[in-house]
């Protein structure tokens, strides 16, 4: 992967001084936040998208405290429902770059309905979740990523449910794009957020971040994925577009964790080109136009 660097962007005309906000982070000291809020800045600019360009979607949790953290349009939703919002709001404006961001408990447990249907929809945006292996915001719950033998506030002797494996997951649901990064590897993770950003021309993009909770989770810490984790696309052997190979490396897990583009294919079709009645390119419609040119003035009186 190409590696930016802060001299890189100098002299760009979207510059980071864009995306800051006067809000300051109120994340613990060691959070992984810090790392994820860093690459996707670095990703915008690396990608030169001004603010006015994208809607930055965040659920609920210590991963959607970043809303007031950053420039850009923002909508802060509710916990586990960040998708149908994101998605809803592509269809409406295709122009739009459209990232969503959410935790674990909220994609993998709360929203997992959400989750499930986008990946089958295969809407035309960029998801990424923070896997803190907790309910950060609630102050440590079992989530469905928390390993088995790990005590959680509510479940002092580990959690009795089995660990889920979020790249098995969504291996099973044909995702056009599956990466897995981490909080701690900046420069990787920007790569990843800028092929994620780019793959909404085509379809979904599913990121999993592995995110370090100094806080609340012990074990598998920032130290602990830094000598469990390996980049995938380090070698140049792993073929993206080979599922087979995708399965064998997310059934890795929890022994060794693979970091990089895990899968890619151009085979799905993504939601917008499934609509075959519509005309034209997607990338082109403006559906809020559309609607304003429909008089709803006699329905909207029934309702008064
Ligand atoms: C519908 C709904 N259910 C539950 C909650 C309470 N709640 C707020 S944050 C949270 C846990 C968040 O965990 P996760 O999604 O993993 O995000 P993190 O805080 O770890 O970043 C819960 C259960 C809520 N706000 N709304
Ligand atoms: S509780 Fe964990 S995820 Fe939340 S801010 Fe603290 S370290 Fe970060
Ligand atoms: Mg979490």
Not at 22 to 40: D, E, F, K, R
Not at 129 to 146: F, K, R
Not at 189 to 209: D, F, R
Request: proline letters at 5%; aromatic letters at 8%.
């Amino acid at each position: 992967m190409n590696c930016h660097s802060s001299k890189e962007f100098e002299g760009l005309p979207v510059k980071i001084s864009d995306y800051t906000s006067s809000v300051q982070p109120t994340w613990c000291g060691g959070c992984g936040n810090y790392g994820i809020w860093s690459a996707l800045k670095r990703a915008l600019i690396a990608l030169q998208i001004p603010p006015q360009d994208v809607l930055l979607c965040f659920d609920i949790g210590c991963n959607g405290n970043m809303s007031d953290k950053i420039e850009g349009y923002r909508i802060h939703t509710l916990h586990g429902r960040v998708l149908p919002v994101a998605s809803a709001a592509k269809i409406a404006n295709p122009k739009l770059k459209v990232l969503a961001f959410a935790g674990d408990g909220a994609t993998y447990s709360e929203g997992i309905g959400h989750f499930v249907n986008t990946l089958r929809n295969n809407y035309p945006i960029s998801f990424f979740i923070h896997d803190n292996g907790n309910y950060g915001l609630t102050t440590g719950q079992a989530s469905a990523t928390s390993p088995q033998c790990a005590p959680r506030t509510a479940n002092p002797e580990g959690p009795t449910a089995s660990t889920l494996n979020p790249l098995q997951l969504s291996l099973s649901l044909q995702p056009a794009f599956l990466a897995q990064g981490f909080s701690g590897d900046i420069e990787q993770l920007t790569e990843i957020m800028i092929a994620a950003i780019k793959q909404q021309e085509h379809g979904l993009a599913v990121t999993n971040i592995l995110q370090a909770c100094p806080t609340y989770n012990k074990e598998t810490s920032h130290e602990w994925y830094q000598q469990h984790i390996f980049d995938i696309n380090y070698k140049g052997d792993h073929d993206v577009q080979d599922l087979k190979s995708a399965q064998a490396a997310a059934a890795k897990q929890p022994d060794k964790y693979p970091t990089g583009i895990i899968y890619k294919t151009s085979e799905v079709v993504n939601y917008m080109d499934r609509l075959v009645h519509r005309q034209g390119d997607w990338r082109e419609w403006d559906l809020a136009k559309e609607v304003r040119s429909v008089d709803t003035s006699m329905l909207q009186k029934q309702f008064q």
